[in-house]
Protein backbone atom coordinates (compact mmCIF):
# COMPACT_ATOMS: atom_id res chain seq x y z
CA UNK A 1 0.00 0.00 0.00
CA UNK A 2 2.64 2.59 0.88
CA UNK A 3 4.32 1.56 -2.68
CA UNK A 4 1.13 1.96 -4.42
CA UNK A 5 0.59 5.99 -2.54
CA UNK A 6 4.46 6.42 -3.61
CA UNK A 7 3.62 5.73 -7.48
CA UNK A 8 0.69 7.33 -7.32
CA UNK A 9 2.35 10.86 -5.71
CA UNK A 10 4.61 10.18 -8.46
CA UNK A 11 2.76 10.15 -11.42
CA UNK A 12 0.92 13.48 -9.92
CA UNK A 13 3.42 15.04 -9.49
CA UNK A 14 5.09 14.16 -13.08
CA UNK A 15 1.32 15.31 -14.28
CA UNK A 16 1.81 18.66 -12.37
CA UNK A 17 4.97 19.54 -13.92
CA UNK A 18 3.57 18.58 -17.59
CA UNK A 19 0.50 20.61 -17.17
CA UNK A 20 2.58 23.86 -15.96
CA UNK A 21 4.00 26.18 -18.58
CA UNK A 22 7.55 26.56 -18.70
CA UNK A 23 8.12 29.89 -21.13
CA UNK A 24 11.63 30.91 -22.12
CA UNK A 25 12.61 35.02 -21.73
CA UNK A 26 14.82 35.68 -25.09
CA UNK A 27 16.72 38.69 -24.05
CA UNK A 28 20.10 40.54 -24.64
CA UNK A 29 23.24 40.57 -23.80
CA UNK A 30 23.77 41.53 -20.43
CA UNK A 31 25.16 44.84 -20.62
CA UNK A 32 21.88 46.23 -22.20
CA UNK A 33 18.57 46.69 -21.30
CA UNK A 34 16.39 43.67 -22.34
CA UNK A 35 18.47 41.41 -20.14
CA UNK A 36 17.36 43.17 -16.80
CA UNK A 37 14.06 43.78 -18.09
CA UNK A 38 13.68 39.82 -19.02
CA UNK A 39 15.33 38.76 -15.84
CA UNK A 40 12.33 40.74 -13.76
CA UNK A 41 9.63 39.56 -16.31
CA UNK A 42 10.74 35.92 -15.48
CA UNK A 43 10.85 35.91 -12.46
CA UNK A 44 7.30 38.07 -11.67
CA UNK A 45 5.51 35.50 -13.99
CA UNK A 46 7.38 32.64 -12.12
CA UNK A 47 5.96 34.43 -8.88
CA UNK A 48 2.27 36.03 -10.12
CA UNK A 49 1.17 33.16 -12.76
CA UNK A 50 -0.12 30.13 -11.13
CA UNK A 51 1.67 26.82 -12.88
CA UNK A 52 3.65 29.52 -14.96
CA UNK A 53 7.68 28.88 -14.81
CA UNK A 54 9.45 31.59 -16.74
CA UNK A 55 13.35 31.74 -17.26
CA UNK A 56 15.37 34.75 -18.71
CA UNK A 57 18.08 33.82 -21.58
CA UNK A 58 21.13 35.84 -22.40
CA UNK A 59 21.22 36.18 -25.94
CA UNK A 60 22.51 38.07 -28.94
CA UNK A 61 19.64 40.10 -29.16
CA UNK A 62 16.78 40.51 -31.26
CA UNK A 63 17.65 38.58 -34.48
CA UNK A 64 18.62 35.67 -32.15
CA UNK A 65 15.12 36.06 -30.03
CA UNK A 66 12.91 36.09 -33.20
CA UNK A 67 14.96 33.00 -34.34
CA UNK A 68 14.44 31.37 -31.28
CA UNK A 69 10.45 32.27 -31.65
CA UNK A 70 10.93 30.65 -35.40
CA UNK A 71 11.07 27.52 -33.72
CA UNK A 72 8.02 27.31 -32.18
CA UNK A 73 9.04 26.20 -28.79
CA UNK A 74 7.06 28.60 -25.70
CA UNK A 75 9.60 31.99 -26.01
CA UNK A 76 8.56 35.39 -25.34
CA UNK A 77 10.87 37.72 -27.00
CA UNK A 78 12.04 41.45 -26.54
CA UNK A 79 12.82 42.48 -30.26
CA UNK A 80 13.02 46.20 -32.34
CA UNK A 81 10.20 46.47 -34.44
CA UNK A 82 12.63 46.82 -37.56
CA UNK A 83 14.30 43.58 -37.10
CA UNK A 84 10.42 41.97 -36.02
CA UNK A 85 9.63 43.20 -39.59
CA UNK A 86 12.07 41.42 -41.10
CA UNK A 87 11.56 38.26 -39.41
CA UNK A 88 7.42 38.29 -40.54
CA UNK A 89 8.18 39.16 -43.50
CA UNK A 90 11.30 36.95 -44.56
CA UNK A 91 13.72 39.82 -45.31
CA UNK A 92 17.59 40.76 -45.07
CA UNK A 93 18.43 38.08 -41.92
CA UNK A 94 15.37 36.25 -42.69
CA UNK A 95 15.74 36.13 -46.00
CA UNK A 96 13.19 33.21 -47.23
CA UNK A 97 12.99 31.91 -43.38
CA UNK A 98 10.06 34.27 -42.15
CA UNK A 99 8.42 33.85 -38.65
CA UNK A 100 5.20 33.90 -37.78
CA UNK A 101 4.85 36.24 -35.31
CA UNK A 102 2.86 38.13 -33.36
CA UNK A 103 3.21 41.29 -30.76
CA UNK A 104 2.19 40.79 -27.00
CA UNK A 105 3.05 44.16 -26.48
CA UNK A 106 4.59 47.48 -27.41
CA UNK A 107 7.04 48.41 -24.89
CA UNK A 108 9.73 51.59 -24.83
CA UNK A 109 11.07 53.63 -27.59
CA UNK A 110 14.91 51.92 -28.10
CA UNK A 111 17.10 54.87 -28.95
CA UNK A 112 20.04 54.74 -30.99
CA UNK A 113 23.51 55.21 -29.53
CA UNK A 114 26.46 56.26 -31.45
CA UNK A 115 28.87 56.90 -28.49
CA UNK A 116 32.76 58.09 -28.21
CA UNK A 117 35.11 59.95 -26.12
CA UNK A 118 36.31 63.51 -26.65
CA UNK A 119 39.79 62.37 -27.66
CA UNK A 120 39.08 60.59 -31.03
CA UNK A 121 37.57 64.01 -32.57
CA UNK A 122 34.66 62.29 -33.61
CA UNK A 123 31.47 65.06 -33.89
CA UNK A 124 29.28 63.85 -36.45
CA UNK A 125 28.10 60.80 -38.27
CA UNK A 126 30.27 62.15 -41.44
CA UNK A 127 33.61 62.13 -38.99
CA UNK A 128 33.16 57.73 -38.90
CA UNK A 129 34.94 57.64 -41.94
CA UNK A 130 37.91 55.86 -41.84
CA UNK A 131 37.42 55.10 -37.91
CA UNK A 132 37.74 51.58 -36.14
CA UNK A 133 33.47 51.11 -35.15
CA UNK A 134 31.36 48.21 -33.10
CA UNK A 135 27.93 47.69 -35.48
CA UNK A 136 27.04 45.84 -32.63
CA UNK A 137 26.72 42.06 -31.56
CA UNK A 138 26.05 39.44 -34.18
CA UNK A 139 22.53 38.52 -33.87
CA UNK A 140 21.66 41.78 -32.67
CA UNK A 141 19.28 44.47 -34.08
CA UNK A 142 21.50 47.19 -33.03
CA UNK A 143 23.51 45.97 -35.82
CA UNK A 144 20.58 46.10 -38.28
CA UNK A 145 19.79 49.26 -37.45
CA UNK A 146 23.22 50.78 -37.65
CA UNK A 147 23.93 49.44 -40.93
CA UNK A 148 20.59 51.35 -42.27
CA UNK A 149 22.12 54.44 -40.07
CA UNK A 150 25.59 54.36 -42.09
CA UNK A 151 23.35 54.19 -45.28
CA UNK A 152 21.66 56.84 -44.84
CA UNK A 153 24.58 59.28 -43.52
CA UNK A 154 26.26 58.38 -46.79
CA UNK A 155 28.83 55.46 -45.43
CA UNK A 156 29.64 52.59 -46.71
CA UNK A 157 29.63 50.18 -43.99
CA UNK A 158 31.93 47.91 -45.59
CA UNK A 159 34.15 50.42 -47.27
CA UNK A 160 34.10 53.76 -44.98
CA UNK A 161 34.27 52.07 -41.61
CA UNK A 162 36.67 49.39 -40.03
CA UNK A 163 33.85 47.29 -38.35
CA UNK A 164 33.93 45.22 -35.58
CA UNK A 165 31.11 43.59 -34.30
CA UNK A 166 30.36 43.69 -29.95
CA UNK A 167 27.69 43.39 -27.71
CA UNK A 168 27.78 47.13 -25.63
CA UNK A 169 29.67 45.79 -22.91
CA UNK A 170 32.67 44.73 -25.07
CA UNK A 171 32.46 47.94 -27.62
CA UNK A 172 32.71 50.24 -23.90
CA UNK A 173 35.69 48.04 -23.08
CA UNK A 174 37.15 48.69 -26.62
CA UNK A 175 37.10 52.41 -26.15
CA UNK A 176 38.70 52.05 -22.96
CA UNK A 177 41.55 50.41 -24.25
CA UNK A 178 41.78 52.47 -27.51
CA UNK A 179 40.89 49.53 -29.79
CA UNK A 180 38.07 50.88 -31.37
CA UNK A 181 36.90 54.78 -31.96
CA UNK A 182 33.23 54.47 -31.50
CA UNK A 183 30.31 52.13 -31.46
CA UNK A 184 26.42 51.94 -32.20
CA UNK A 185 24.33 50.62 -29.64
CA UNK A 186 20.23 50.99 -29.41
CA UNK A 187 18.61 50.64 -26.10
CA UNK A 188 16.73 52.17 -23.10
CA UNK A 189 17.67 54.71 -21.07
CA UNK A 190 19.93 54.19 -18.83
CA UNK A 191 21.91 51.99 -20.69
CA UNK A 192 24.22 50.12 -18.18
CA UNK A 193 27.25 49.71 -20.00
CA UNK A 194 27.28 53.04 -21.47
CA UNK A 195 26.82 54.43 -18.07
CA UNK A 196 30.01 52.84 -17.16
CA UNK A 197 31.49 54.29 -20.23
CA UNK A 198 30.22 58.24 -18.92
CA UNK A 199 31.69 57.35 -15.26
CA UNK A 200 35.39 56.10 -16.34
CA UNK A 201 37.80 58.31 -15.17
CA UNK A 202 39.84 60.26 -17.59
CA UNK A 203 37.17 59.91 -20.41
CA UNK A 204 34.69 62.38 -21.66
CA UNK A 205 31.81 60.62 -23.75
CA UNK A 206 30.45 62.45 -26.55
CA UNK A 207 27.09 61.44 -28.15
CA UNK A 208 26.87 61.80 -31.71
CA UNK A 209 23.64 63.02 -33.35
CA UNK A 210 21.29 60.78 -35.67
CA UNK A 211 18.14 62.38 -35.84
CA UNK A 212 18.60 63.84 -39.68
CA UNK A 213 19.12 60.34 -40.94
CA UNK A 214 15.46 59.51 -39.97
CA UNK A 215 13.97 60.36 -43.01
CA UNK A 216 16.18 58.68 -45.61
CA UNK A 217 15.81 55.62 -43.23
CA UNK A 218 12.02 55.49 -43.17
CA UNK A 219 11.94 56.63 -47.13
CA UNK A 220 13.45 52.87 -47.99
CA UNK A 221 12.45 50.81 -44.85
CA UNK A 222 8.99 52.07 -44.06
CA UNK A 223 7.70 53.98 -41.01
CA UNK A 224 9.55 52.01 -38.73
CA UNK A 225 12.07 55.03 -36.71
CA UNK A 226 11.29 57.92 -35.25
CA UNK A 227 13.50 61.51 -34.05
CA UNK A 228 13.41 61.75 -30.17
CA UNK A 229 16.04 63.04 -27.72
CA UNK A 230 18.63 61.49 -25.06
CA UNK A 231 18.64 64.66 -22.51
CA UNK A 232 22.38 65.57 -21.41
CA UNK A 233 21.48 64.73 -17.98
CA UNK A 234 21.30 60.68 -18.93
CA UNK A 235 24.92 60.03 -19.12
CA UNK A 236 27.36 61.75 -16.80
CA UNK A 237 29.97 64.39 -19.18
CA UNK A 238 27.44 64.88 -21.69
CA UNK A 239 27.56 68.24 -22.88
CA UNK A 240 24.36 68.90 -25.00
CA UNK A 241 20.87 66.75 -25.57
CA UNK A 242 21.68 64.36 -28.14
CA UNK A 243 19.05 64.25 -30.45
CA UNK A 244 18.89 60.86 -32.06
CA UNK A 245 16.31 58.19 -34.44
CA UNK A 246 14.64 55.22 -32.17
CA UNK A 247 12.66 52.58 -32.51
CA UNK A 248 9.63 51.05 -30.71
CA UNK A 249 10.46 47.92 -28.96
CA UNK A 250 8.16 44.95 -28.84
CA UNK A 251 7.44 41.68 -26.99
CA UNK A 252 6.37 38.98 -29.19
CA UNK A 253 6.17 35.41 -29.39
CA UNK A 254 5.05 32.78 -32.04
CA UNK A 255 1.35 32.67 -33.55
CA UNK A 256 1.43 29.39 -32.07
CA UNK A 257 0.82 30.67 -28.26
CA UNK A 258 -2.07 29.34 -26.92
CA UNK A 259 -4.82 32.55 -26.58
CA UNK A 260 -5.34 31.74 -22.75
CA UNK A 261 -1.46 32.11 -22.01
CA UNK A 262 -0.71 35.10 -24.29
CA UNK A 263 -3.82 36.89 -22.04
CA UNK A 264 -1.90 35.60 -18.63
CA UNK A 265 1.11 37.34 -19.71
CA UNK A 266 0.16 40.61 -20.71
CA UNK A 267 -2.26 40.85 -17.46
CA UNK A 268 0.25 40.11 -15.46
CA UNK A 269 2.59 42.54 -16.78
CA UNK A 270 0.33 45.32 -15.75
CA UNK A 271 -0.99 44.14 -13.15
CA UNK A 272 2.52 43.71 -11.54
CA UNK A 273 4.26 46.74 -13.34
CA UNK A 274 5.14 48.41 -10.08
CA UNK A 275 7.24 45.46 -9.31
CA UNK A 276 8.79 45.33 -12.80
CA UNK A 277 9.92 48.97 -12.37
CA UNK A 278 12.37 47.86 -9.82
CA UNK A 279 14.07 45.63 -12.27
CA UNK A 280 14.62 48.51 -14.80
CA UNK A 281 12.89 51.30 -15.26
CA UNK A 282 12.02 51.15 -18.50
CA UNK A 283 9.35 49.31 -17.35
CA UNK A 284 7.12 52.50 -16.61
CA UNK A 285 7.06 53.53 -19.99
CA UNK A 286 4.80 50.33 -21.04
CA UNK A 287 1.07 52.06 -21.63
CA UNK A 288 -2.32 50.81 -22.03
CA UNK A 289 -2.69 53.48 -24.62
CA UNK A 290 0.27 53.00 -26.64
CA UNK A 291 -0.99 50.00 -27.79
CA UNK A 292 -2.09 50.65 -31.33
CA UNK A 293 -2.01 48.65 -34.38
CA UNK A 294 -0.14 51.02 -36.42
CA UNK A 295 3.01 51.42 -33.80
CA UNK A 296 3.89 47.94 -34.94
CA UNK A 297 4.55 46.04 -38.24
CA UNK A 298 3.44 42.74 -36.37
CA UNK A 299 -0.19 42.15 -35.65
CA UNK A 300 -1.24 41.51 -32.25
CA UNK A 301 -2.03 37.84 -30.50
CA UNK A 302 -5.82 37.03 -29.82
CA UNK A 303 -5.17 36.96 -26.17
CA UNK A 304 -3.26 40.10 -25.67
CA UNK A 305 -6.32 41.92 -28.05
CA UNK A 306 -8.97 39.92 -25.36
CA UNK A 307 -7.02 41.68 -22.33
CA UNK A 308 -6.87 45.25 -24.39
CA UNK A 309 -11.20 44.84 -25.08
CA UNK A 310 -11.39 44.19 -21.35
CA UNK A 311 -9.79 47.25 -20.82
CA UNK A 312 -11.78 49.32 -23.07
CA UNK A 313 -8.69 49.83 -25.16
CA UNK A 314 -9.13 49.93 -29.02
CA UNK A 315 -5.75 48.34 -30.70
CA UNK A 316 -7.32 49.33 -34.44
Not at 13 to 36: D, E, R
Not at 65 to 82: E, H, I, Q, R
Not at 167 to 182: G, H, L, M, P, Q
Not at 267 to 283: G, M, T, W
Amino acid sequence: MKLLKIIVLSFSVLWASAQAQNISIATGGTGGVYYPMGGGLAAMLSSKVPGMSATAEVTGGSVDNLKLVGTGKPYVAFSMADAAKDALVGDDKFKDKPVDLRTLLILYPNLMHVATVESTGIKTMKDLKGKRVSTGAPGSATEVMAFRLLEAAGLDKDKDVKRERLSVAESVNAVKDRKIDAFFWVGGLPTAAVTDLANSPGMKIVMIDTAAEVPAMNKKYGNLYFPTVITKQTYSGMAKDNNVAAVANLLVVNSSMPDAEAYKIVKAIFDNQLELVRSHAEFRNIKLDGQKANATPVAYHPGALRYFKEKGIKVN
